[in-house]
Nanobody, 124 residues
């Protein structure tokens, strides 16, 4: 059974940092792409970042988080992180990780498994 569990959310001040973790079980991250999405109240869900499968994984970022957020995968390939720096109030949202095909045309575009979400709040 595939399970994704996010952690690391919380309250941070403007300009601060948080690191989200997505622990995956029931699948090998070598063969899956993992993306981080976020959804703010009243807004549509937005894909924030994605890392593909394989040893030579590629990374993608939404324009709104480039140069501020960094996605990474640990050596044991069971956890994907989202390091979030220089946080703004508009980064406030529930952040979800999702898993999909690690290779091919659906990579970072279609997702079969989702976590339960982690709340990130940025205070002024």
């Amino acid at each position: 059974q595939v399970q994704l569990v996010e952690s690391g959310g919380g309250l941070v001040q403007i300009g601060g940092s948080l690191r989200l973790s997505c622990v995956a079980s029931g699948l090998s991250l070598s063969f899956y792409s993992i993306a981080w999405f976020r959804q703010a109240p009243g807004s549509e869900r937005e894909e924030v970042s994605c890392i593909t499968g394989g040893d030579a994984a590629t990374k993608q970022y939404a324009e709104s988080v480039k140069e501020r957020f960094t996605i990474s995968r640990d050596s044991a390939k069971t956890t994907v992180y989202l390091q979030m720096d220089i946080l703004y109030p508009e980064d406030r949202a529930v952040y979800y990780c999702a898993a999909g095909p690690g290779f091919g045309t659906r990579t970072c575009q279609a997702f079969d498994h989702w976590g339960q979400g982690a709340q990130v709040t940025v205070s002024s």
